[in-house]
Nanobody
Framework: QVQLVESGGGLVQPGGSLRLSCAAS????????VGWYRQAPGIQRELVAT???????NYADSVKGRFTISRDNAKKTVWLQMNSLAPEDTAVYYC?????????WGQGTQVTVSS
């Protein structure tokens, strides 16, 4: 069983930065790949970035060079540093992990990029 809680969203101007956090429960967290997804109104949820237990990262083309995913297994936390934010980054951001055949999601955190 894994529980995920996101935080750090908010309103930011274009070009600004935000850092999202995903706090997890469960000792097995350190073994799991964790991903950040986002969903804008009327658009299918999309993968933003992933990080494996060993720290290997992967990014969607739309965020490469602007977003950085990182983790601290001792703190059971994954972060998403978002720089050079643009209005098209506006969405609810979700943390995700999979354990066996089960997907676990957090409740999401709203990111709004607007002047």
């Amino acid at each position: 069983q894994v529980q995920l809680v996101e935080s750090g969203g908010g309103l930011v101007q274009p070009g600004g930065s935000l850092r999202l956090s995903c706090a997890a429960s469960g000792s097995i967290f350190r073994l799991l790949t964790v991903g950040w997804y986002r969903q804008a109104p009327g658009i299918q949820r999309e993968l933003v970035a992933t990080i494996t237990s060993g720290g290997v990262t992967n990014y969607a083309d739309s965020v490469k060079g602007r977003f950085t995913i990182s983790r601290d297994n001792a703190k059971k936390t994954v972060w998403l540093q978002m720089n050079s934010l643009a209005p098209e980054d506006t969405a609810v951001y979700y943390c995700n992990t999979r354990l066996g055949r089960y997907d676990y999601w957090g409740q999401g955190t709203q990111v709004t990029v607007s002047s």
